[in-house]
């Protein structure tokens, strides 16, 4: 298994380019989410999905759109790139069920610098 | 919702000493809670997880926590440091539907030679 990948690795956006953040797991897991990491912030949850068809808002979802056609893939969007969303991105997924109990697994990360 | 802190943003100790990383819950007993590491530009993983099997769980690499029910905490320790034990690590409460705020602020461990 390749567990949870995640491209690019690296990007550079100007301001009010969109992209896409590839995530993809073959685990069959349900729960899908995805996280940016910034220096002193922590990790914070921008958007997640407990299924195939079913998302919903994190802590930060503004300036961000998901969407959830298959179980193996939830990519990310950014509409119009902004400096702010410069950040480290994970993506990460659990099997989803009893999820309370669930252990997540991360992808290694995309490093996006908006400029 | 649960949430954890996670006391000191940064903790820097010698090798071969104790390490102890802090983490308080709020609410009533959680039936789970989390803790996991970052090794440099990589992602999160797994160190060990609290399921009330066991007030003392043991993970990866030698290190363990203790969950206190009186103090409200899930510290995390390790009898001995070792270099490569430098990381950043997070304490989590379980995901729950609805739940926005899902990890602590995270502790940065340097070990010092």
């Known amino acids: 298994n390749a567990g949870v990948t995640q491209t690019p690795k690296f990007q550079v956006l100007k301001t009010g380019q969109s992209m896409t953040l590839q995530c993809a797991q073959d685990?069959?897991?349900?729960?899908m989410s995805w996280y940016r990491q910034d220096p002193g912030m922590g990790l914070r949850l921008i958007h997640y999905?407990?299924?195939?068809?079913?998302?919903d808002q994190g802590e930060v979802p503004n300036g961000y759109n998901v969407s959830r056609s298959t179980t193996e893939d939830f990519p990310l969007r950014l509409l119009s790139a902004a400096p702010s969303q410069t950040s480290v991105y994970f993506c990460?997924?659990?099997?989803?069920?009893?999820?309370?109990?669930?252990?997540?697994?991360f992808g290694p990360g995309t490093r996006l610098l908006v400029l | 919702a649960q949430s954890v802190t996670q006391l000191g943003s940064h903790v820097s100790v010698s090798e071969g000493a104790l390490v102890l990383l802090r983490c308080n819950y709020s609410?009533?007993?959680?039936?789970?809670l989390f803790w996991y590491v970052q090794y440099p530009n990589q992602g999160l993983q797994l160190l060990l997880k609290?399921?009330?099997?066991?007030?003392l769980v043991k993970g990866i690499n030698g290190f363990e926590a203790e969950f206190k029910k009186s103090e409200t905490s899930f510290h995390l320790t390790k009898p001995s440091a070792h270099m490569s034990d430098a990381a950043e690590y997070f304490c989590?409460?379980?995901?729950?539907?609805?739940?926005?705020?899902?990890f602590g602020a995270g502790t940065i461990l340097r070990v010092k030679s």
């Open positions: 685990m069959n897991h349900e729960y």
């Open positions: 990460a997924s659990s099997p989803g069920a009893g999820w309370r109990q669930e252990t997540q697994y």
């Open positions: 609290y399921t009330s099997a066991a007030t």
């Open positions: 989590a409460p379980p995901m729950e539907y609805g739940n926005k705020l899902v």
């Open positions: 609410s009533s007993v959680p039936p789970y």
């Open positions: 999905s407990v299924g195939a068809g079913i998302t």
